[in-house]
């Protein structure tokens, strides 16, 4: 058997596998990268006071979410220096107290650099995989460390960054992956996993006037091969995560400042087109070459995300805006079912547990809202608008890890 097809297999069980036994929160939303929650009972009613098991502080500005490995919870950090600097830094927390174990400084970005008012020098979310932990500063270095923070490799890869870093890598087999979208280079990049050298390196077949986009590569299985589904500017791209060949392409000139996520379900794949004219896509994801004329199956432009990745449960597909405007369309064929304002601005990913789905805004609050082809709201409930709500959430067991400015919060019934 071919040393791709048993990759493939291999994925496929463990996509299959994922799906049905949640685990620890590793990733970037979760066990399947979807936003998909454990079926837990998370809380549905919350505020600064009422059921928040542990807030602790923590030091610094970063957009990434946290990740769970057994009783530990870890998140980066950008600290601010004397030199107009970051100490870019990993931080330790008990996932039971929200006690601080340690914090650790794994890159020294020294260079005066600007990002965007809404984003940070620490956005993209780690990924834990056996007993390593990688952590991805965009062009100030990427790191893989021991679950107590040592430094085992680092690896820079030069480019210019525009509005600083933002997407998270995927680890396929033994490659870390991730993309590399700058306003004077745009590509995607395999690196070993357990050395961190470069297995490939792929350059965007794009001319795209504004390169730079942040989005998360999704490694999925579909057409009996194992992909990397990779958004960027101008177009998305399916690569072979272990040599970084391309597979196929839709094009969609001149989004460009991709930031969510792809979703993949019911034989098509979700993705959004960045900023312009923010649309959803539906591709099927079997084709070989440029596809954009016989594999995208549907499009929607009215009131689509510029930031929040899709959700995907069962076979409705729900989106939000960054203004406020929820979305639930059939995953087949791109019908609308409702389109309602739930207000706010947003910019957290949204996330499913138990038929529910939580959708969090910019100021703190989150709406609440059955996982229905009719329109049911829920619950809202606000921790206060004193800090910007950026990052999307973390789920362990029964509670709920929301991050704040400055402040980790789990949420549970008491």
């Not at 549905?44 to 009422?50: E, G, K, L, V, Y």
């Not at 890159?107 to 005066?112: D, E, F, M, P, T």
């Not at 960054?161 to 395999?190: E, K, M, R, T, Y």
């Not at 890890?401 to 402040?407: A, C, K, P, V």
């Amino acid at each position: 058997m071919r040393v791709d097809m048993k990759f493939s297999l291999c994925l496929a069980m463990l996509i299959i596998c994922s799906q049905a036994a949640f685990a620890d929160w590793k990733e970037f939303r979760g066990p399947t990268g979807q936003g998909e929650a454990p079926a837990s009972k998370l809380p549905i009613n919350w505020s600064a006071t009422d059921n928040v098991l542990w807030k602790s502080k923590v030091d610094g500005l970063a957009w990434s979410s946290p990740v769970i490995l057994r009783d530990k919870v870890f998140l980066t950090t950008a600290v601010e220096t004397e030199s107009e600097g970051h100490d870019l830094n990993l931080v330790c927390l008990n996932v039971n107290s929200g006690e601080l174990l340690w914090e650790k400084t794994i890159i020294q970005q020294r260079s005066k650099a600007k990002v965007h008012k809404k984003n940070s020098h620490a956005s993209p979310t780690p990924i834990i995989q056996d007993d390593r932990i990688y952590v991805h500063f965009g062009p100030y270095g990427t790191a893989c460390t021991s679950l107590d923070g040592e430094v085992i490799w680092k690896q820079q890869l030069e480019y210019r960054p525009v509005h600083g870093n933002g997407g998270s890598p995927v680890l396929a087999g033994n490659v870390l992956i991730f993309c590399c979208d700058g306003g004077d280079q745009q590509f995607v990049v395999g690196l070993d996993k357990s050395t961190g050298e470069i297995r490939w390196k792929t350059d965007r077949d794009t001319e795209a006037r504004k390169g730079f986009s942040f989005s998360t590569p999704l490694l999925i299985d579909a057409g009996g091969r194992a992909q990397v589904v990779c958004p960027g500017s101008d177009a998305v791209f399916s690569y072979d995560p272990q040599t970084g060949k391309e597979i196929w392409r839709v094009d969609y000139p001149g989004g460009f400042s991709v930031v969510p996520r792809p979703v993949f379900g019911q034989g098509l794949v979700f993705i959004c087109t960045g900023f312009n004219t923010p649309s959803l896509l539906a591709i099927d994801p079997t084709g070989t070459g440029n596809v954009t004329e016989t594999h995208l199956k549907w499009k929607i432009t009215r009131k689509m995300p510029n930031s929040p990745s899709p959700l995907l449960v069962g076979e409705e597909l729900y989106v939000v805006s960054d203004s406020g405007f929820a979305t639930c369309i059939d995953a087949k064929t791109g019908e609308i079912h409702w389109q309602e304002r739930i207000g706010g601005n947003y910019t957290a990913s949204p996330m499913v547990a138990n038929g529910k789905i939580y959708f969090q805004d910019e100021d703190g609050t989150t709406v609440v809202v059955n996982a229905s082809k009719k329109f049911e709201e829920i619950t809202r409930n606000s921790i206060g608008k004193d800090e910007r709500t950026f990052a999307s959430y973390a789920i362990e067991g029964d509670s709920l890890l929301l991050r704040s400015e400055h402040h980790l919060y789990r949420i549970g019934e008491k």
